[in-house]
Nanobody, 126 residues
Framework: QVQLVESGGGSVQAGGSLRLSCAAS????????MGWFRQAPGKEREGVAQ???????GYTSSVKGRFTISRDNAKNTLYLQMNSLKPEDTAMYYC????????????????????WGQGTQVTVSS
């Protein structure tokens, strides 16, 4: 059974940093498209970053230059390094996987991802 478990969320002041982790079990992340999504209260879920089997990455425009998605294949863990955090980054962050899909495509659509973690809360204060 495939499971994704996020960790690393918390409360920080604007300008601070956090690193989110997503530990996968029952599933190898190295050969599939993986992504991070977020959802703020009252807002739609938004694709934040994704990485494919070759290591190619994509980001939503609002986080480019501030966030970095990466993975450690040996640990079967996906990461999201978040720097220069802003209050508008406040949201629940979710890790997601597209099993059997090695390449992500240009658009990050939540409905394309079949496996989701439970989420980790990120709160950025001004």
């Amino acid at each position: 059974q495939v499971q994704l478990v996020e960790s690393g969320g918390g409360s920080v002041q604007a300008g601070g940093s956090l690193r989110l982790s997503c530990a996968a079990s029952g599933y190898g992340i190295s050969t599939h498209c993986m992504g991070w999504f977020r959802q703020a209260p009252g807002k739609e879920r938004e694709g934040v970053a994704q990485i494919d089997s070759l290591g190619s990455t994509g980001y939503t425009s609002s986080v480019k230059g501030r966030f970095t998605i990466s993975r450690d294949n040996a640990k079967n863990t996906l990461y999201l390094q978040m720097n220069s955090l802003k209050p508008e980054d406040t949201a629940m962050y979710y890790c997601a996987a597209r099993p059997s899909v090695p390449f992500c495509g240009a658009t990050m659509r939540g409905r394309d991802f079949g496996v989701w973690g439970q989420g980790t809360q990120v709160t950025v204060s001004s």
